[in-house]
């Protein structure tokens, strides 16, 4: 007796809760699409923390996201606009995997971000070569 029954579809795998995003802080018009990261922590990279009466806050605080700050001065040539302290305590907090998924955010989502992720880079043991080919990218 042949079945004629079609195969079962697979289950598609659970997401990645260890997923580190990283771009330009989340305005009004990209909540839909970052809504769908479900997320459970965001590192905003700033001069001053992020005030409580901003919209970001209201619509982090509704989705139960634990939005987090750390100073960062504006990038020149001469610094890099954050010291080891900084980088440290950005580095903390994406090392944790209660943490996650993790979104970082800076105001160009390029600066600030691109210099954490490459020390995270090099912490994983990366060839210095390819920290900076991601860093160029």
């Known amino acids: ?5 079609t195969p079962a ?10 997923i580190l995003y990283r ?14 990261l479900r997320l459970k922590t ?18 982090a605080g509704r989705r139960g996201i634990d939005l987090k700050w750390v100073k960062a001065e504006k990038m020149t040539e001469e610094k890099l606009g954050m010291g080891k302290v900084e980088v440290g305590e ?3 907090i994406i090392l944790d995997p209660t943490c996650y998924p ?11 971000t691109t210099l954490v992720v490459a020390c ?11 920290v900076i080919g991601e860093m160029c990218r």
């Not at 771009?23 to 769908?36: L, T």
């Open 90 to 92: 950005v580095l903390r």
């Open 42 to 59: 965001l590192v905003y990279l700033g001069k001053k923390p992020i005030k409580q009466d901003d919209p970001l806050c209201a619509w």
């Open 102 to 112: 993790v979104y970082l955010a800076d105001k160009d989502g390029v600066s600030h």
């Open 120 to 130: 995270l880079r090099k912490m994983m043991g990366w060839h210095l070569d390819s």
């Open 23 to 36: 771009g330009s802080i989340p305005v009004a018009r990209n909540y839909r699409f970052v809504n769908r």
């Open 9 to 18: 579809s697979p289950t598609p795998p659970p997401p990645c809760k260890e």
């Open 1 to 5: 007796n042949l079945s004629t029954s």
